[in-house]
């Protein structure tokens, strides 16, 4: 059972170049989510999906987008790299939308736009 | 919004000792406290989790306690081990309808042998 796969896992990035990253699970979990992580402060939410379709903002969504195609997959994509997109994102996804269901995170893509 | 404080930021015990972080949150209809363990490299692992029907939980050596009305939960490790050196973060679920969470900045736990 994989979980949640996260790709790539480093990217070097030039400032103004897109990429996108990548999120998998294999637990038909309806809830997705994205976090950045940077030192000193903590896991902050970028966007989160309920289900095949949907989508919404979380606490830092600017610069990023999202779509939910599939119950599977939740790429988030960087339209014109920031350095201070430079951090490291982390997936996440739980069995429903409710509140209190626990959330399985992925290993995280190292990002570092130069 | 949710509000997460934790602390402390930095916590060195001998191995063997007990070892307690606390967080407060803000929101006092959130019902849901999550503690994530993450190990260099890796991404957060839930280690236990707390729910405010209830005032504490046990799981082996990991235990959490929650005091609603003073708005503050706290993770307790005892007969620490090496392997329990890692990042603990304490969460709390937004009332915003939806599993979202916010969380505490983390505390970086060294247990040394």
């Known amino acids: 059972n994989a979980g949640v796969t996260q790709t790539p896992k480093f990217q070097v990035l030039k400032t103004g170049q897109s990429m996108t990253l990548q999120c998998a699970q294999d637990m038909n979990h309806e809830y997705m989510s994205w976090y950045r992580q940077d030192p000193g402060m903590g896991l902050r939410l970028i966007h989160y999906?309920?289900?095949?379709?949907?989508?919404d903002q979380g606490e830092v969504p600017n610069g990023y987008n999202v779509s939910r195609s599939t119950t599977e997959d939740f790429p988030l994509r960087l339209l014109s790299a920031a350095p201070s997109q430079t951090s490291v994102y982390f997936c996440a996804s739980s069995y429903t939308a409710d509140h209190n269901q626990p959330q399985h995170f992925g290993d995280g893509t190292r990002l570092s736009i130069l | 919004g949710e509000n997460v404080e934790q602390h402390p930021s930095t916590l060195s015990v001998q191995e063997g000792d007990s070892a307690v972080i606390k967080c407060t949150y803000s929101?006092?209809?959130?019902?849901?406290f999550p503690w994530y363990k993450q190990e260099l490299g890796k991404g957060p692992q839930l280690i236990i989790d707390i729910r405010s029907n209830v005032g504490e939980k046990k799981d082996q050596r990991i235990a959490v306690t929650l005091n609603k009305t003073a708005k503050h939960f706290s993770l307790h490790i005892t007969e620490t081990q090496p392997e329990d050196s890692a990042v603990y973060f304490c969460?709390?679920?937004?009332?915003?309808?939806?599993?979202?969470?916010?969380f505490g900045k983390g505390t970086m736990l060294l247990v040394s042998p």
């Open positions: 999906s309920v289900g095949a379709g949907i989508t």
């Open positions: 929101d006092s209809a959130s019902n849901y």
């Open positions: 969460a709390a679920n937004r009332n915003s309808g939806y599993s979202t969470l916010t």
